[in-house]
């Protein structure tokens, strides 16, 4: 017998009839962003072809001007959710200040903060690539979202979530009711419900992070990492190395197999706090895993700036916890 067919739409409406104060606010803002990713999604899939089909220059064979692909992102989003009427504001890792909802649009009481395009870097040679976003609920009285809306701690997300334009497109988020994937089926356009509930494994057998950089981590995170490769099977050791280079995809494959993702401070972290680590974060934890800056929990970080950037170490709970006792070895 087949699994009863859930789509993306059907299961937010059952998730808010969960909440019986909800004013559908919230469940109309994520139909926009899901409509938004689709477009996306549709834009990924032509990316190779933009030379061949003679769109590269200034203009499309349209006439309409031709936008990289994280631009393009950046705008869809942007144009879907400025006049829903639920937000009070947006930021984007593509904008260096909060982006307001224009004027002649009505105003909500949720703030969203996105990454459009994650992983840019592996857009031109065919590798996974993906959005983020994470929802707050305004604080801060009046209609116009402020700073202060956005810079609110990890704990406080309403929603977070991401898609990666991966092998098949898939999106994943949370409501603070444990993790739910969703893989688009292209021939109807819908997101259906193929990951039900998705639980990290207490511990893996592969940790993520650029090699690279080696010589610039700190001795915890050195002495971490030459453990995992020594050789016990009894611990399962050595582990595997896998790292793409795209956030969503590292964090992915880490959220369904385990293991460990890291990104410390080489010597500066780079992962931004409000875009990446705290929505992988909210999901993470949902999900039986644990987000650490390596010292404290990614979610209790008090952002003082927008782009702030956090060190992200995120995975299997015995992994994570393996590496913090590392790094806080004295
Ligand atoms: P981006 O926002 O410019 O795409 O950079 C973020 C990406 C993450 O997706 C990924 O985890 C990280 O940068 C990889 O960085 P590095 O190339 O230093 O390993
Ligand atoms: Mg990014």
Known sequence: MSAPIVTIQRH?????SLHPEATGSFTALLWDLILAVKMIARE??????????????????????????????????????DHGGHLCCMASEERPEIIPIPKQFKHGKYVLMYDPLDGSSNIDVNISIGTIFSVHRKVTPGEDGRLEDCLQPGHRQVAAGYVIYGSSVMLV??????VSGFTLDPTVGEFLLSHRNIRTPKRGKSYSINEGYSRSWDEGTRKYVDYLKDKDPDTGRPYSLRYVGTLVADFHRTLINGGIFLYPAVPKPKLRLLYEAA????????????????????????????????????????????????????
Not at 12 to 16: G, K, S, V
Not at 173 to 178: A, F, R, V
Not at 279 to 298: D, K, N, S, V, Y
Not at 315 to 328: I, L, T
């Open 279 to 330: 929505p992988m974060a909210f999901i993470a934890e949902q999900a039986g895993g644990i987000a650490t800056t390596g010292t404290g929990r990614i979610l209790d970080v008090e952002p003082v700036e927008l782009h702030q950037k956090v060190p992200f170490i995120v995975g299997s709970e015995e992994d994570v916890r393996e590496y913090e006792s590392f790094v806080n070895r004295k």
């Open 44 to 81: 990924v899939r032509r990316a190779g072809l933009i030379d061949i089909l003679g769109l590269t220059g200034d203009q499309n064979v349209h006439g309409e001007q031709v936008q990289k692909l994280d631009e393009y992102a950046q705008d869809r989003i942007f144009k879907a959710m």
């Open 12 to 16: 937010i409406a059952e998730e808010q």
């Open 173 to 178: 988020y949370t409501t603070g009711n444990g």
